[in-house]
């Protein structure tokens, strides 16, 4: 039998044009697809990000195989299933004649470090290939930040706008004169019957076996099964984006920051599943978007909004990521100690904010951006919460949650525990921020006016005590100078009363 090479796809290499596939002969090669305990366990993943990530895998299979691909697929449920990759392609290389490996590289530390001892392990020849659905590549990264001391992510965001030639005139200037139109992306919305809403793909036969078998196998993980609706196939996922952007993207660039009772997905895609499991292709998404501006259907600043959170902010965290290493996950800045509260897990507290997106994160494995970054990101960061507990949190439960793209929007941009190399402040905020981009307050126990006192929203009192608790370490940062005038401006009674309220608040959390 001649000998083949061996091509293992990773749960989030989903694209029939994944790199570790191109110039390679369907009749000399194997696919190997794994479904592993190692990966669905190292931390408790929302049960309906499993079942996202399994069904859409095994329908992937069936997709490779219509292209005449040969693919080993090993389910979770297989009684010889190792529960790791390194243990499946061990097995694989017993059951095929296999003379080289072939993978396109991992996106997390974790894994790549795996895969760079196959070929030592197994005496076998392991190519690695460059994942190049990306934009920017890890050395034109490297490149934008070598002697930069500070690597913000608007002039990077810039050179992928002049390398894309996305929004650009025939000058190569931006379309409309500016680069970022995000000051116009700040309004609060009303609650709207129109609103659009994410398309609700019934699971087939292939998903409800997912279901069941998440269902029984995965019954300590977070998160609820009764309203999954993810789109498990490139063709459901094109779908959604057709729905998004004939319905949504007009008005994402004006309610991009808004936050209202019992709407979880307002204007915004609900695409960054697709994206990161490689079902949808970033780019080809953002020329769309910039063809939709050019056609006069949608405004600039909702084109501007989107194309920047993909080719600006998802290429700068990933590129972060992976020029920081792996050391990058133990850093903790602000040396915040206190353990997550229980209610991450149950959304049960009566800072409405929170449980409303707890809630709908437990629901649907999905929050919004300033959900993640001003409710529960915010309120873990004032709260002093660790940050290594934050980021387990975040990369468990919801259904986009890799670590290149969790870890640096976390760790760094969140809870500023890499001391400010993503974000050039900490997004700390008291309820006044809330209040303005929601409606939630007005139906809250807690008095969002109140600083101090038994129904003062936590957030004033919380805020107050994290910029005294963190003074030395944040008192010289230029963009911090008023809250800090403020805060020593106060009289001393005033201070004791906001850090009493703060302390009797946290002893009970
Ligand atoms: P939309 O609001 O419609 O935005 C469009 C697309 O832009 C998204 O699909 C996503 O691909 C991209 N995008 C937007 N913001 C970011 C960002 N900051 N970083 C990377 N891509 C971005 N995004 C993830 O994909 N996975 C994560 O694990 C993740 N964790 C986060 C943790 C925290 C604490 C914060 C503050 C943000 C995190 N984000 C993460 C970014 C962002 O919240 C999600 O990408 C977005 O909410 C996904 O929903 P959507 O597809 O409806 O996005
Ligand atoms: Fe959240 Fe405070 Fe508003 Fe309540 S009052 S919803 S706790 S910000």
Redesign the pocket.
């Known amino acids: 039998m001649s000998k083949k090479t061996l091509i293992p796809i990773l749960g989030d290499q989903l694209s029939h044009g994944i790199s570790s596939l191109s110039d390679q002969d369907p009749d000399k090669s194997i696919l190997l697809m794994m479904e592993v305990d190692a990966e669905t366990t190292y931390v408790k993943h929302h049960k309906a990000k499993i079942v996202y990530i399994f069904s859409a895998m095994r329908h992937h299979a069936a997709a490779l195989r219509e292209r005449g691909w040969i693919v080993d697929y090993v389910s979770l449920d297989d009684p010889e299933n190792t529960g790791s990759f390194t243990g499946e392609v061990a097995r694989a290389l017993e059951r095929h004649p296999v003379e080289s490996i072939r993978i396109t590289e991992a996106g997390e530390w974790r894994v790549m470090s795996m895969i760079e001892n196959w070929q030592d392990q197994f005496n076998v020849p392991v190519t690695i290939c460059p994942d190049d659905r990306f934009i920017a590549t890890h050395q034109e990264f490297e490149e934008w930040a070598e002697g930069k001391k500070q690597l913000r992510m608007e002039f990077f965001y810039r050179e992928m706008r002049r390398k894309t030639g996305l929004l650009l005139d025939d000058d190569g200037k931006p379309e409309g004169g500016k680069w970022n139109y995000d000051a116009e992306n700040r309004k609060p919305a009303q609650s709207d019957l129109m609103m659009p809403q994410p398309i609700r793909f019934q699971p087939d036969e292939i998903t409800q076996d997912v279901l069941n078998l998440v269902a029984e196998k995965f019954t300590d993980h977070p998160g609820s099964l009764d309203h999954f609706h993810f789109a498990v196939t490139r063709k459901e996922a094109l779908r959604q984006r057709r729905k998004?952007l004939d319905h949504a993207l007009a008005q994402?660039g004006d309610y991009?920051d808004a936050m209202l009772t019992g709407e979880p997905?307002l204007w915004?895609?609900?695409?960054?599943p697709y994206?990161?499991s490689g079902l949808l292709d970033?780019l080809d998404l953002c020329r769309e978007v910039a063809d939709l501006y050019a056609d006069g259907k949608v405004p600039l600043n909702a084109a501007e909004g989107?194309i920047r959170?993909?080719i600006g902010?998802?290429e700068y965290?990933r590129g972060i990521y992976w020029r920081e290493g792996p050391d990058y996950a133990q850093r903790n800045f602000l040396e915040a100690r206190r353990p997550l509260p229980g209610f991450y897990y149950t959304g049960d507290t009566d800072m409405l904010c929170l449980s409303e997106a707890i809630g709908q994160t437990l629901d649907f494995a999905?929050?919004?951006?300033i959900q993640?970054?001003m409710i529960t990101?915010n309120f873990a960061l004032i709260a002093g919460i660790d940050p290594h507990a934050v980021h387990k949190w975040?990369?468990e439960v919801?259904a986009?949650?890799?670590e290149w793209?969790?870890l640096p929007?976390?760790l760094g941009?969140?809870q500023f525990g890499d001391g400010g190399i993503i974000a050039s402040k900490p997004y700390a905020s008291s309820g006044n921020y809330i209040n303005k981009m929601s409606d939630h307050c007005a139906s809250c126990r807690y008095d969002v006016k109140k600083r101090v006192g038994e129904n003062a929203c936590p957030y004033n009192a919380l805020y107050w005590d994290f910029l005294a608790r963190n003074e030395v370490k944040l008192k010289d940062n230029n963009r911090l100078a008023m809250p800090y005038r403020t805060w020593n401006k106060m009289d001393a009674d005033a201070r004791k009363q906001l850090r009493g309220s703060a302390k009797k608040f946290l002893e009970q959390l």
């Open positions: 998004f994402f991009q997905f915004h895609s609900i695409l960054s994206l990161n970033p989107f959170q993909i902010w998802r965290v999905y929050a919004h951006h993640r970054l990101g975040y990369l919801y986009d949650a890799y793209v969790e929007n976390t941009m969140s």
